[in-house]
Structure formats: C-alpha cells, structure tokens
T-cell receptor
Framework: GAVVSQHPSRVICKSGTSVKIECRSL??????MFWYRQFPKQSLMLMAT?????????EQGVEKDKFLINHASLTLSTLTVTSAHPEDSSFYIC??????????????FGPGTRLTVT | DAKTTQPPSMDCAEGRAANLPCNHSTISGNEYVYWYRQIHSQGPQYIIH???NNETNEMASLIITEDRKSSTLILPHATLRDTAVYYC?????????????FGAGTTVTVRA
C-alpha cells in the first residue's frame, strides 16, 4: 500500500509557542490530504480537508486561525498549531489520498504525531 | 453517510478466527463498507472494503449480508499483533470527494 509519513513523531512545546507538523506522501501524489485529531481513549476526529493548491476546508468547531494548514505540493501538507495551549495536547494524524486520471486511491494514514504542550 | 454500530470490545483466542460484526442498517445502495484498524499509538491501517459482494485479501475477509444492513470482518487466524481498535465505516461510492468519519470502533484483544 501507499506510504504516508509524518514528522516529528513526538513534540513537546511550551504554552504560547507554535509547532509545525509535516505530512508527506512518499510514493504517490496526494491530491487531497486530511488532518485528524485523537484524544486519549477517543476516536479520530476530522479537523480539516485540503486539496493541493487550495485553501483547507475546516470541520465545524475547528478554528482555522489556530490550526493553519498548507498543502503547497502534491506530496507535502503541513499543520501548524499556533499559540499552543495544554488543551491542544493530542495525537495528530494526517491522511492522504491520490488520484490518477480521475481514479481515486484509497485513503492512507500517517503514523501520527504526539503533541504535548506544557 | 450511513452510521455504523459496533460492539465496544471483544476478546478472541490466538490462532482462532475473529469475527467482528458491524451494523449499518441505514446504508444506501451506493455506499461502500470499509474496515480500518488502529494499533495503539499508530495511524489507522486500511484492511478491506466492499460494496455488495464478499471480499477477501491477504489480511481479512469481508462478508456483507444480502440486504447490506450488516457485515462481518473475519480475521482467519488471529495473532497477538491483531490486537487493535477496528473501525467499520461506510462512505458514498459514487463520490470521489469523500471523507472518512470514524466511530468508536471495536477494541479487539487477542489472548494467547
């Protein structure tokens, strides 16, 4: 299957700082990327969807000015958590889906990034 | 997309088949059934999907009832590494612009 990587796998930052998480599709071109958040013992919650070269579409209740998403190329999307606070501590997971000539691949997930805000 | 209902947890014995049920009674004729699993502290892993017919791959088999209101994921020979949360998801087949929404899933514990 297709491979999606995330960097870093773990990050600890101080309250009030910003942190950037990268998501890369390693062996396919991802026309669409998704960002999910998962709190302990809960399911994944979709935060936003981004198409390459377009602005991200955020799910209801997700602050677009706090969670900045950039999908500038077909293999890279970044999520920046701005002015992070302890309640932003969570497991952030990206997902990517590619397409060729109108045929869409399945959605593949990265390994996740554990963010801890102190 | 249709909602799914799964048991919150189940145990199974190593080496035996694990049968994971999923109810999707409101599924529409153009919706696929997908299964993903998430091993602790990792991203979800695609397992299998189907529309009407039963499907099998190297990981599992998917049995969909004739009325499509429920399905069963079968892990033929469960191993300890199959311990994970298993998610049953339905999504519209006719749309390429779909999003996968995860429910609570079933926590499967494989015991030696």
């Amino acid at each position: 299957g297709a491979v999606v990587s995330q960097h870093p796998s773990r990050v600890i930052c101080k309250s009030g700082t910003s942190v950037k998480i990268e998501c890369r599709s390693l062996d396919f071109q991802a026309t669409t990327m998704f960002w999910y958040r998962q709190f302990p013992k809960q399911s994944l919650m979709l935060m936003a969807t981004s198409n390459e070269g377009s602005k991200a579409t955020y799910e209801q209740g997700v602050e677009k000015d706090k969670f900045l998403i950039n999908h500038a190329s077909l293999t890279l999307s970044t999520l920046t958590v701005t002015s992070a606070h302890p309640e932003d501590s969570s497991f952030y997971i990206c997902s990517a889906r590619g397409s060729v000539a109108g045929h869409y691949y399945e959605q593949y997930f990265g390994p996740g990034t554990r963010l801890t805000v102190t | 997309d249709a909602k799914t209902t799964q048991p919150p947890s189940m145990d199974c014995a190593e080496g035996r088949a694990a049968n994971l049920p999923c109810n999707h009674s409101t599924i529409s004729g153009n919706e696929y059934v997908y299964w993903y699993r998430q091993i602790h502290s990792q991203g979800p892993q695609y397992i299998i999907h189907g529309l009407k017919n039963n499907e099998t791959n190297e990981m599992a088999s998917l049995i969909i009832t004739e009325d499509r209101k429920s399905s069963t994921l079968i892990l033929p020979h469960a191993t300890l590494r199959d311990t994970a949360v298993y998610y049953c998801i339905v999504r519209v087949a006719s749309s390429n612009d779909y999003k996968l929404s995860f429910g609570a899933g079933t926590t499967v514990t494989v015991r030696a």
